[in-house]
C-alpha cells in the first residue's frame, strides 16, 4: 500500500465490477443512438478510459477542463473554463463524465453552460457522489458509488496533482492532507 494511504475506501475489483455495470446500463440506455461521452479534465480520465471500453453504443470522445479547486479541497464555486469542447454539441446526445459530485458547482455550472448549446439530450455519469455534501440540486443521471464525506484519492482523483495513479481509490493519512 502507497505509505501516504490511511484506508483503502474501494478496490480494484469493486470498482472495475462498477465500471462494468454502469456501461452495460448506459448502453441499454442509449440502444439505437450514438453518443458524445465528454471527460471533465483531469479527474474524470482514467474512470472514463475504463467506462468506454464498456459502452457497446457507437461514441465519441472529447474534454472539457474546468477550474474549481486550486490546491486547496474545497470547492471555491468560482467555475472557470481552462479547455472548451473541440466540436458543436448541437442535436447530440451528450455523457458527461465526471469523477466525484462534492459541492455540485462543477457540474451545476457545466449542465447550464452545455444546455445553452442545444443538444438533443444531456446526462451525468460520476463515478463517486458525496451527496451530504451537496450545495445545488444536481443528482448524476448514473452514480457509482456514494461515499461518506472523507477527502479521497486514486483512479483519476488527485490531491496537489498526486495520486491520480493509484489504482484504488484510498483515503489519504492526516497530515497529508489540510483543509483548504
Ligand atoms: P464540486 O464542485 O464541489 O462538486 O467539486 C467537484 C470537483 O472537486 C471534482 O471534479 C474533483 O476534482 C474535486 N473533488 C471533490 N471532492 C474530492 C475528493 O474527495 N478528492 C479529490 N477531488 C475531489
Ligand atoms: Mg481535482
Known sequence: MH??????????????????????????????????????LKGAVVFMADLIRHITVPLAIDF???????????????????????Q?????????????????LTLKYMLD??????????KICTLLDKPSRR???VVPDYNGFAIPDKFVVGYGLDYGEQYRNLREIAVLKPGKYSNG
Open 64 to 86: 472539457m477542463a474546468v477550474s474549481s479547486y486550486g490546491k486547496a479541497s474545497e470547492s471555491s464555486g468560482v467555475v472557470k473554463i481552462l479547455k472548451d469542447l473541440d
Open 113 to 122: 453552460n452545455l444546455s445553452t448549446r442545444k443538444p438533443a439530450s444531456l
Open 88 to 104: 458543436s454539441i448541437e442535436g447530440r446526445h451528450v455523457l458527461l463524465v465526471e469523477d466525484i459530485v462534492d459541492s455540485g
Open 135 to 137: 450545495k445545488t440540486d
Open 3 to 40: 505509505p501516504d494511504i490511511q484506508e483503502i475506501l474501494l478496490t480494484e475489483e469493486q470498482i472495475a465490477q462498477k465500471v462494468d455495470e454502469l456501461g452495460k446500463r448506459i448502453s441499454e440506455d442509449y440502444r439505437g443512438y450514438e453518443i458524445l461521452v465528454v471527460g471533465i
